[in-house]
Structure formats: structure tokens, C-alpha cells
């Protein structure tokens, strides 16, 4: 049996991995700034987290939601605490696809309405309303099309009052991204999201903040919406917060009722998942992993903004993005030349998405990296 072609691959079988680093099985170490898209939080491997898993193993694996998981309970009270959100309400899964899926349905539900405004760029996930919400044609299969999405461009707030004023008493909810990233590191600026917040207001619709891969503190804030000072009623999020074991969820402010058999699941919560979100948590908090997120993530953006080649570098915390307009083959330089792991999105934009503990000694290997590789080429400006 084959496995079905879903990436184009790099050629790096990853063996280990601690920190900041990984390891191929030929005993090659990368500096990994990408963290398999957004997710390895609090590093590879690290020490609390492992234990935390293991010792939870030898407890219990799994049983099902049909019992009291009292590390359910200690995650919802421990991600309050870290997050601020105390008065909200969570629900588990397994993805971030799921986490907006579910937050999407749980709209429709409370609102009993169907339609929903997503943005252009933005990118929910692969499910059958989370991909319908994402503005990619090519990934969206026909029994997922809909006319239940309306897409607006991102950042337009022109666009969006009008759209209020002539859909808004239809509207089941708004969703965006407060950073975009599969779109290339985009902000949404404050005026955008208190402008949604304003019209969800005004029409009863439900204002989702997808912090699948801006949340976390990967902005420096918990949840980058909140740098804009508003507050969703819905916060998605995954990515980072199993540090790469399964799990995504959503909190649900207060005014939005639970009523049984509107959302499920087997696997989500389960105890190695919420052992392994605890786990993130805690060192987020003990570590001081918000502050250095943004004060890491300062100096990263400072750094190649010294560089001329790059352009338009952008972003908050340790998400971060730029162009690369005129060097094309800068991603497949940094990976096979100086074994360095980024990400990128469409238009030669390169993205960073490193472990929120990252040290500054470690940026200054992708800095020396760059001077490395522009030292042979004519200085552009």
C-alpha cells in the first residue's frame, strides 16, 4: 500500500528533536523556526510536557465522554486563568478544522440563522463548513459549496458596514483570523475587528476569532484579537496547544447556552489530550512565554528588517512574515545550505512560526544565515 500524495515534501526525514532543534535520521540538526506549522509552542520535547504525558499513560489513556474527566475541568480552569477569559466555556476537540466547524455550527444554532462572512485570504480548515469558509477554490470540493459563505476583503471596514446594513438580521456569524496566516502574515488592524464586533453587536450575529494559529500566545498576547481590545463571542483554537498532540477547542462566552446534542465528540478531551494541554499551559505561565514571545519576536523583526533583500517585514510576537520578491529560492537556501526550517504562503512570502521559548542566540543563526547567503549575490535595494 501507498500513502496518497497530499504535500510536496522536503526531503528531511526528522529522527529527534528537542528545543528549538531537530534531528534528520542521518544525524543532521536543523534550527526549526516553523514548528510543523504553528505548532510545537513550548518546544520539542520539553521536559514538563513529556512527563506530564508519560505519567498520564500509566494512569489512563482513554475512556469516553460519557464519564467526569476532571483534567477537563483542569484545563478549562487553568486556560481561564492563563488566557483572562475566566467567564467563558469550553469545549474539546481534536483539530483546528474541528474547533471552527463546531464554532460555526454552534452559531447557527444559537442564532437559528445560516449565513456566515468570511474573508478574503483567510483559511479556516479542510472541513465541509471550515473549508467553505476558507477562500481557496482549489481546495473546496463540490458537496462543500455553499451560499451560506459571503467573502468581504480582509480589512475593509467600508465594505463591511455595508454589508451589515444590507445582510446583517441574516447573519449567523463573522469569522476571522487576527493574524492571517496561510493568507502571508496578515494583521487584521483594530478598526477592522471593533467594526465587527460592532455590527455582530447591532444584529445578534456571533463574532468567531479563529486563534488556531495566531492564539497562544504566539502574538505575545494569549489571543492576538485581543491586542485590538474587543472580545469575540467564540475563540477557536489547536495548533500550539497541544504542542503537537492532538487537540483543538473552543471557548464560548457566557451569553451563548449549552443544550445537549448540539456539539460531541469521542476523542476530544480525552485524558493524554488534556494531560498535554496542561502541560503547555503550565509552561507558558511558569515560563514567562508571552513576554517572550514579544520580545523575541521585536528582535527577530528588527533584525531582518536590517536587510535590504527582505521586504515588507511584518507580523506580531513569533509570527512573523516577509517577501522575497527577488529571492525565490531563499527557503530551499536556508533549509539545504544552513538546515534551517521556515514556512512560506503564496506571493514568496517566507513565514516564521519558531517555539515561543526561542533564544535570541538561536535567531542569530538565521541572521548569520542571511548575511551568508546575500554576501553572494548583488546587494538589492
Request: aromatic share 8%; charged share 20%.
Amino acid at each position: 500500500m501507498n500513502l496518497f500524495d497530499v504535500y510536496p515534501l522536503n526531503p528531511v526525514a526528522i529522527d529527534r528533536a528537542r528545543g528549538s532543534f531537530v534531528w534528520d535520521d542521518e544525524g543532521t540538526r536543523y534550527l526549526d523556526l516553523y514548528g510543523g506549522h504553528a505548532v510545537i509552542s513550548i518546544g520539542h520535547t520539553h521536559p514538563h510536557y513529556v512527563d506530564r504525558i508519560q505519567r498520564q499513560l500509566n494512569k489512563l489513556g482513554f475512556y469516553s465522554n460519557s464519564v467526569i474527566i476532571p483534567l477537563q475541568e483542569e484545563l478549562a480552569q487553568l486556560l481561564g486563568e492563563v488566557s483572562g477569559k475566566t467567564a467563558y466555556q469550553l469545549f474539546l476537540c481534536n483539530s483546528g478544522a474541528e474547533a471552527n466547524e463546531n464554532a460555526i455550527k454552534l452559531a447557527s444554532f444559537h442564532t437559528r440563522r445560516r449565513k456566515v462572512l468570511a474573508f478574503r485570504s483567510g483559511f479556516h480548515g479542510r472541513t465541509s463548513l471550515a473549508v467553505a469558509a476558507t477562500d481557496n477554490p482549489a481546495i473546496v470540493a463540490p458537496v462543500n459549496e455553499t451560499d451560506a459563505i459571503s467573502f468581504l476583503p480582509f480589512n475593509d471596514v467600508a465594505a463591511l458596514e455595508v454589508w451589515f446594513g444590507l445582510h446583517g438580521d441574516s447573519c449567523a456569524a463573522v469569522i476571522t483570523e487576527g493574524i492571517q496566516g496561510v493568507g502571508g502574515i496578515r494583521e487584521a488592524s483594530a478598526e477592522f475587528l471593533t467594526a465587527i464586533r460592532k455590527g455582530c453587536n447591532q444584529h445578534g450575529a456571533v463574532f468567531i476569532a479563529d486563534s488556531v494559529q495566531c492564539g497562544y500566545g504566539r502574538s505575545g498576547s494569549f489571543f492576538s484579537h485581543d491586542q485590538a481590545g474587543v472580545e469575540a463571542d467564540i475563540y477557536t483554537m489547536a495548533k500550539g496547544m497541544g504542542n503537537g498532540f492532538p487537540i483543538g477547542g473552543i471557548i464560548v462566552a457566557p451569553h451563548i447556552r449549552p443544550k445537549h446534542g448540539m456539539l460531541g465528540t469521542t476523542f476530544g478531551g480525552n485524558p493524554l489530550a488534556c494531560a498535554a494541554a496542561i502541560a503547555v499551559l503550565e509552561v507558558i505561565r511558569d515560563e514567562n512565554l508571552l513576554q517572550n514571545a514579544a520580545t523575541v519576536g521585536n528582535l527577530i523583526r528588527e533584525q531582518l528588517s536590517a536587510f535590504a533583500q527582505l521586504k515588507n517585514v511584518r507580523g506580531k510576537g513569533l509570527m512573523i512574515g516577509f517577501d522575497t520578491p527577488e529571492h525565490p529560492e531563499l527557503r530551499r537556501q536556508l533549509l539545504q545550505e544552513h538546515h534551517i526550517f521556515t514556512g512560506e504562503a503564496k506571493g514568496n512570502v517566507v513565514r516564521l512560526l519558531p517555539a515561543l521559548n526561542i533564544k535570541p542566540t538561536e535567531v542569530s543563526m538565521l541572521t548569520g544565515a542571511l548575511t551568508s547567503i546575500f554576501e553572494k549575490v548583488p546587494k538589492l535595494s
